[in-house]
């Protein structure tokens, strides 16, 4: 299997290297074909990551988790947006996800929630009853950088195959900045 060329990153097979992922990734990853990368830990924010190992921020997927409350039911996803785009948490999230308020999820409970790292969160592997919202754009993107779970490695995968994940919707969610 040849691997991908994607900045100047030896992307090698996911399975092969586990030990760049969070636990609940390495369990949920499966058949999900995925490349990984170890990283500098301090360059995993999307920006610093895509000037250092030039990386097109087209081809960078951020996930972020949002927390909906409504009638006091509480409800979290993970949301997937191109790093060039900006979800509509106000109001395309908060209207699918039929909830009264929403707001990105705090630290604490984004990392105690899915065990995984800040700025490491990925849709794979969090847990079973979140919705995962695609936007259309990363569905569409072709191959996409995204959370490996821990703040020292990045994925690389299909935005096709986000969009096949458990529990995954794909919206049209986000507007380019």
């Excluded at 999820?105 to 919705?131: F, N």
């Excluded at 995954?168 to 986000?174: D, F, S």
């Amino acid at each position: 299997m040849t691997a991908p060329v994607l900045g100047n990153l030896g992307w090698r097979p996911a399975a092969d290297v586990p030990e760049l992922l969070a636990e609940p990734v390495r369990t949920a990853l499966d058949d999900l074909p995925a490349w990984a990368v170890a990283i500098d830990p301090t360059l995993a924010d999307t920006a610093a990551f895509c000037a250092e190992y030039d990386v097109p921020m087209a081809a960078s997927a951020n996930c972020v988790i949002v927390h909906g409350k409504r009638a006091g039911e509480s409800t979290y996803a993970a949301v997937m947006v191109l790093a060039t785009h900006r979800a509509d948490v106000n109001g395309v999230v908060r209207k699918h996800l039929g909830v009264r308020k929403i707001s990105f999820a705090a630290q604490d409970d984004a990392v105690g929630s899915t065990g995984m790292e800040y700025g490491g969160i990925t849709p794979i592997g969090v847990p079973a009853a979140w919705p995962v919202l695609v936007d259309d754009a990363v569905a569409q993107a072709g191959l996409v950088v995204i959370g490996s779970g821990i703040r020292g490695s990045k994925l690389l995968v299909e935005g096709a195959d986000l969009a096949k994940l458990p529990g995954a919707t794909v919206l049209g969610l986000a507007s380019a900045v």
